[in-house]
Nanobody, 124 residues
Framework: VQLQASGGGLVQPGGSLRLSCATSGRTLSGYTVGWFRQAPGKEREFIASIRWSGGPTLYTDSVKGRFTVSRDFAKNAVNLQMNSLKPEDTAVYFC??????????????????WGQGTQVTVSS
């Protein structure tokens, strides 16, 4: 599964961005798609995840109520809508796909395929 993350950029605090994670040539059916981010000097951290077949979506506490992960069946993609962005959201954002189950959806070990990352910078 080849993943392509896009939609990053520079935005002012309080602004919004929508990231997209798309695949080429293969459906996401049967996979869980997760979003992670890595800020400079920090470890990569879990942000959100969703199962292509439906079921629970998970979010890390720091983005609950601000970020929404969703499926785009027409484009075979998973989107991450990010609202009320803060400077601390600045990071490289990665999407990943794998056979993660509920107990592993928050962890990198639940994912086998990773996109290249897209930079999100929140600054005035």
């Amino acid at each position: 599964v080849q993943l392509q993350a896009s939609g990053g950029g520079l935005v002012q605090p309080g602004g919004s961005l929508r990231l997209s994670c798309a695949t080429s040539g293969r459906t996401l059916s049967g996979y869980t798609v997760g979003w992670f981010r890595q800020a400079p000097g920090k470890e990569r951290e879990f942000i959100a995840s969703i199962r292509w077949s439906g079921g629970p979506t998970l979010y890390t506490d720091s983005v609950k109520g601000r970020f929404t992960v969703s499926r785009d069946f027409a484009k075979n993609a998973v989107n991450l809508q990010m609202n009320s962005l803060k400077p601390e959201d600045t990071a490289v954002y990665f999407c990943a796909a794998g056979r993660a189950i509920l107990s592993t959806m928050r962890f990198e070990r639940g994912y086998d395929y990773w996109g290249q990352g897209t930079q999100v910078t929140v600054s005035s």
